[in-house]
């Protein structure tokens, strides 16, 4: 794309029709995209799953929708967004529509692959969506679009009772119903991005497929992605993990722990608005340091393991409990969902802003990179189970990589403040 169709004002309303109607199918594409984090504990207890086979089959989806963000991020690039979103969501729709019949482990994982492609709908909605859009308005629009994170939140309001009425094979046909009823709606209720409309009317060619990935080659890009990892896959592994994890330390039913489930995926969603306006207002950066600095201290609270201690004192042996309650666990995560969702909406205002000719190529990968963190470190959390017995050893691993992420951006603030008054570098290349 160009910065110049880019930064070009509308003289209608499409930038904000089009901005809600692929926020509204982005919804019900994560509602589709996470709906193992429900239906995932029922098939858990049917096939006598292990915790890392229950973190596998709850993962697999998330790597589909990951691993395929760069090429629908690119494909959106060259064909435009309506026809790209139309097809990948008529694509998971069918997959989830499969998944109803899957009756072993493997045909489950191969259908929850398909399923996956509901993720991808992200890269095409963000380089879809900032087309349409200024540079000084795209975190906010961005952030907005993002909003559609909370279909995580619906399926678990909606989906334990569909599971509990008629069995987690209903959650399935219905979300595909859903899914394949919206790719109608967005088809015949979009339009073409300018950028799109305008190479019709001239006859321009997208640029070489080879040349969308130039960018990539750019340290900054992957640096980019590990921020995202955090603050977005995170975010995911959290949003499938929790009713499995509430279940398993606090002793609730699946109904309970999907309403508490969803009570963190809310605020993790709908305040990404609120971090792209953010973003605008005060800079991407500054809301990044606020993501990863209250995000290590949530996670760090989290991770302390439940504890019975004795000290010796001066009068004898004195014993102490330690235990993050329920209540306290619901405000710590509320508030790592919160500066979550701010970190996401600040990772993406940095993509049109940084590389407005490759929004579909960057944001794809970024996106990519932060979706992986939704399908490796579900793994992670039940293999961690596994070889520590501890609960809370999934949130040691998101304090570990929260931290890793301050530290990376911090020295490359420095070393970017250094080249701008003139000393010598002496770290990589950004």
């Not at 004002?9 to 193992?36: E, G, H, M």
């Not at 995911?236 to 330390?249: E, F, Q, S, T």
């Not at 993509?351 to 990179?369: F, K, Q, T």
């Not at 579900?378 to 050893?393: E, H, M, Q, R, V």
Request: charged content about 10%.
């Amino acid at each position: 794309m160009t910065a110049t169709l880019q930064a070009a004002p509308s003289q209608d309303n499409a930038p904000v029709r089009a901005l809600a109607i692929s926020t509204l199918a982005f919804t019900v594409c994560f509602a589709v995209w996470t709906i193992f984090s429900i239906i995932g504990v029922r098939i858990k207890q049917e096939l006598g799953l292990s915790e890392t086979q229950f973190g596998l089959l709850i993962g697999t989806p998330i790597l589909t929708g990951s691993l395929v963000r760069i090429v629908l991020g690119v494909w959106t690039d060259r064909f435009g967004g309506r026809l790209v979103y139309t097809a990948t969501m008529l694509a998971a729709a069918i997959a989830t529509f499969l998944l109803a019949f899957a009756q072993t482990y493997a045909q489950m994982l191969i259908a929850a692959l398909g399923v996956g492609l509901a993720g991808g709908s992200f890269a095409v909605g963000v380089a879809y969506v900032s087309r349409f859009f200024p540079a000084g308005k795209q975190g906010t629009a961005l952030g907005i679009f993002g909003v559609g994170n909370v279909g995580a939140a619906v399926t678990k309001f909606l989906a334990p009772f569909v599971m509990l009425a008629g069995g987690w094979q209903d959650v399935a046909l219905i979300w595909a119903a859903c899914l394949g009823f919206m790719a109608l709606v967005f088809w015949f209720g979009s339009e073409d991005d300018p950028v799109i409309r305008q190479r019709r009317i001239h006859g321009g060619q997208p640029k070489s497929f080879w040349a969308e990935f130039a960018p990539l080659r750019n340290v900054q890009v992957w640096r980019f992605g590990l921020y995202y990892f955090f603050s977005f896959g995170a975010f995911v592994a959290l949003a499938l993990w929790l009713p499995r994890y509430l279940i398993g330390v606090y002793g609730f039913d699946i109904v309970t722990a999907g309403m508490i489930g969803a009570a963190y995926s809310i605020p993790a969603s709908i305040f990404r608005a609120y971090g792209g306006i953010l973003s605008d207002r005060v800079g991407a950066r500054t809301v990044m340091y606020w993501t990863f600095g209250v995000s290590a201290i949530a996670t760090l609270i989290l991770s302390l393991p439940t504890a019975d201690y004795v000290v010796h004192g001066i009068s004898g042996p004195m014993s102490f409990h330690f235990e993050v309650g329920p209540i306290a666990f619901m405000v710590v995560a509320f508030v790592l969902g919160f500066f979550m969702s701010l970190g996401k909406a600040a990772v993406y205002k940095h993509i049109p802003a940084y590389y407005p000719e490759n929004v579909g190529a960057v944001g794809g990968l970024v996106g990519m990179i932060g979706g992986l963190g939704g399908f490796i470190l579900p793994i992670a959390f039940g293999a961690l189970n596994d070889l520590t017995g501890l609960w809370s050893s999934c949130f040691m691993l998101l304090f570990a990589l929260v931290v890793a992420s301050l530290v990376w951006m911090h020295l490359s603030i420095r070393k970017m403040s250094r080249e701008s008054a003139g000393e010598p570098l002496t770290f990589a290349t950004q």
